[in-house]
């Protein structure tokens, strides 16, 4: 734990600051992994129920890659397990993500989260990219996050923060 | 063809966007494959071309997901053209035998999905049937069954599914309909032409054989000579998806066939199938 503790904040440099008064919490892209998903109609189904999720902007849906990747508007309640559920209630099986959270982190005893406003993740893993990289008090800010999103998620659900800058 | 008017109502009065038959073979068994809350429907056409006659029929499938294992499926005749006395058997196996209206509904017990783009399955399918003509094959009959099981496995360059099943019904007035015992193979590929990404057009090609076994009716405590016999059919089919659309199409020849009585044999059957997934 010691290690996670020690690798959070410099690894929260690998976020984005975003200004306090333009930022709306929330998942913000999910970039999905999904088997079992052979055929364009399959795709098609995907794609049609997941557009109908709310605060989603746009979904594309790659067969040969196996991934849905779905853009969500900015405070978006939309939550992962819900994209999940419908990837579940289209016969398929929602695998590891990767997912850009937009939030407020916050110590909570030995632990670090991101606050979207409408979910809590635990974060989790470290940034060996970044290690060197100052940060004076990111509790502060409001983040924007690249996070390795396991295929299960326990509650409370903890997510792995990703070596990749957000916003790519 | 005077129900051909219907089928092209029906067909043109679908919203604008519809899966074929599960995930397309022509003839054989495959598993369900609806989404949870999800409706298909398939218009097909089937010729049936013998010693004695042609015949064309019309059938309508509707499907719709109650969840994502769970499938319920109506099939319903739209006409037919040729020869009114035509013999018993199932036009495909997931759309019913001809002349009834057959409800059906089909679990999905197993389901693995190993890779991307790779899913092993397995489901079940438990039919009722009602004929719509007073009699099939100048036999009077009575309600009808549908048990079947599939396995299969799908991925984004090979398929294949094995499955059999039972037809069979109630007797009516002293007459039977004899049972008809099935079995289907059906190996698929995509070639890599057609491996191209969603949402490009999508096609497979088929390699379908399909056994039928059907007993011979019963009159009252007698057996009408004229009626039973097997069938091996072999041939190809190709699906071509885009969007939610399907289309396909297949050809199925006996390479063996040994039928009681007086029966004519069986040339070739082609089936055409319109699918809209919605």
């Not at chain 2, 100048?138 to 009808?144: D, I, P, Q």
Request: proline content about 6%.
């Amino acid at each position: 734990m010691m290690h996670v503790i020690r690798s959070i904040p410099v690894a929260l440099a690998v976020g984005t600051a975003i200004a306090a008064s333009a930022w709306a919490g929330g998942l913000q892209e999910l970039d999905q992994t999904i088997f079992g998903m052979d055929c364009a109609p399959c795709a098609a189904g995907v794609e049609q129920s997941l557009r109908k999720l709310p605060g989603v902007r746009s979904v594309r849906v790659s067969l040969n890659e196996g991934k849905a990747v779905v853009a969500l508007s900015p405070g978006s309640r939309t939550t992962i397990g819900q994209i999940r559920e419908v990837i579940r209630h289209n016969g398929f099986t929602p695998r590891e993500a990767r997912a850009v959270l937009v939030g407020r982190v916050v110590q909570e005893g030995d632990r670090w989260l991101i606050d979207t406003g409408s979910q809590r993740f635990v974060l989790e893993g470290d940034s060996s990219a970044m290690r060197d990289r100052p940060l004076a008090d990111a509790t502060s800010l409001e983040m924007s996050l690249t996070v390795r999103v396991p295929e299960k998620l326990r509650t409370p659900p903890a997510v792995q923060l990703s070596a990749d800058p957000a916003g790519r | 063809m005077k129900y051909l008017p219907a089928m092209v109502l029906v067909t043109t009065l679908l919203p604008l966007a519809a899966r074929a038959e599960g995930h397309g073979p022509a003839f054989g068994l495959a598993t369900p494959t609806l989404a949870r809350g999800q409706w298909s429907i398939d218009t097909a056409a089937m010729r049936l071309a013998g010693e004695a006659s042609d015949s064309m029929r019309f059938r309508q499938l509707l499907g719709y997901g109650l969840t994502e294992d769970l499938q319920l499926n109506l099939a319903f005749p739209l006409g037919r053209s040729g020869d009114t006395d035509l013999p018993v058997l199932r036009g495909g196996s997931m759309m019913g035998a001809a002349e009834t209206v057959e409800a059906s509904l089909l679990w999905r017990f197993h389901r693995t999905a190993p890779a991307i783009g790779m899913r092993r399955e397995s489901a079940l399918f438990l039919g009722v049937s009602e004929a719509t003509d007073d009699a099939l094959a100048g036999v009077e009959a009575g309600t009808g069954f549908n048990l079947a099981a599939v396995t299969g496995y799908a991925s984004r360059t090979t398929y294949w599914w094995l499955g059999g099943g039972v037809q069979g019904s109630a007797s009516r007035d002293g007459t039977r309909l004899g049972n008809i015992y099935y079995a289907s193979a059906v190996f698929g590929w995509r070639p890599p032409i057609f491996r191209q990404d969603y949402p490009k057009p999508d096609w497979r090609v088929f390699i379908e054989s399909l056994y039928e076994r059907a007993e011979r009716h019963r009159v009252g405590s007698e057996s009408m000579p004229d009626s039973g016999g097997d069938k091996l059919l072999v041939g190809p089919s190709v699906l071509g998806l885009y969007g939610r659309w399907g289309v396909e199409g297949g050809v199925a020849w006996p390479v063996s066939q040994s039928l009681n009585g007086n029966q004519p044999d069986e040339h070739y059957r082609a089936k055409l199938v319109l699918t809209y997934w919605f």
